[in-house]
């Protein structure tokens, strides 16, 4: 149990496009759902927490209206990077915490690349 | 855009040897610690956590200490696998008693197993 779903695991858009990024809690309801990017050989950097049925807070330096999130149910947050460019190429990754005894759980993560 | 590349430290060792990963964490008030391991192209799965009212917790193959008066963590590994090569991560997050806040990443190091 407890698992995270992510979709797509990869895309690939055009610089001008937006992109949308799933993440669903499969078999528990999330409240609060955490997305990160990741840039290659370095550490996960949180962008945002996003929470059900309110805005996301975004942490400091993240474009909130780059970067737009809804968590429209207990089940689903998505993630949609608006006129992307090649700089927002990167791996995105969301989590959610389960229930007590669960700890963060990852999902697998999306790999975007603007060309 | 992408920070300019730090690269990961590195650690490499021979199948059937222990591994010490180590990890210095930045906020005194944080009370719950977790390492995670990051196959490439994968979320983080979690492997250890401990609270702050403890320095020492074992698990399957893993123990992770903790030192509170430095802030440091770190994992060890034993007998260490082909499977185990990674990349390794704590987190670090203060919950203040309350739900589960955001977790901070650490820098993340590279284990690479040698048969």
């Known amino acids: 149990g407890a698992v995270v779903s992510q979709h797509p695991s990869w895309v690939i858009c055009k610089s001008g496009t937006s992109v949308k990024i799933e993440c669903r809690s499969l078999?528990?309801?999330?409240?609060?759902m955490f997305w990160y990017r990741q840039f290659p050989k370095q550490s996960l950097m949180l962008m945002a927490t996003s929470n059900e049925g309110s805005k996301a807070t975004y942490e400091q330096g993240v474009e909130k209206d780059k970067f737009l999130i809804n968590h429209a149910s207990l089940t689903l947050s998505t993630l949609t990077v608006t006129s992307a460019h090649p700089e927002d190429s990167s791996f995105y990754i969301c989590?959610?915490?389960?229930?007590?005894?669960?700890?963060?759980?990852f999902g697998s993560g999306t790999r975007l690349t603007v060309v | 855009g992408e920070s300019v590349g730090l690269h990961l430290p590195t650690l490499s060792v021979q199948e059937g040897d222990n591994s010490i990963i180590n990890c210095a964490y930045s906020?005194?008030?944080?009370?719950?610690f977790i390492w995670y391991k990051q196959e490439s192209g994968k979320g983080p799965q979690f492997i250890i956590d401990i609270r702050s009212n403890m320095d020492k917790r074992q698990g399957q193959r893993v123990t992770v200490l903790l030192n509170k008066t430095v802030k440091h963590l770190s994992l060890q590994i034993a007998a260490t696998q082909p499977g185990d090569s990674a990349v390794y991560f704590c987190?670090?997050?203060?919950?203040?008693?309350?739900?589960?806040?955001?977790?901070?990443f650490g820098q993340g190091t590279i284990l690479t197993v040698h048969p």
């Open positions: 989590s959610a915490i389960p229930g007590q005894g669960y700890g963060y759980t």
């Open positions: 987190a670090e997050n203060y919950a203040g008693g309350t739900s589960y806040g955001k977790l901070t």
């Open positions: 078999d528990f309801q999330a409240t609060t």
């Open positions: 906020n005194s008030a944080s009370d719950y």
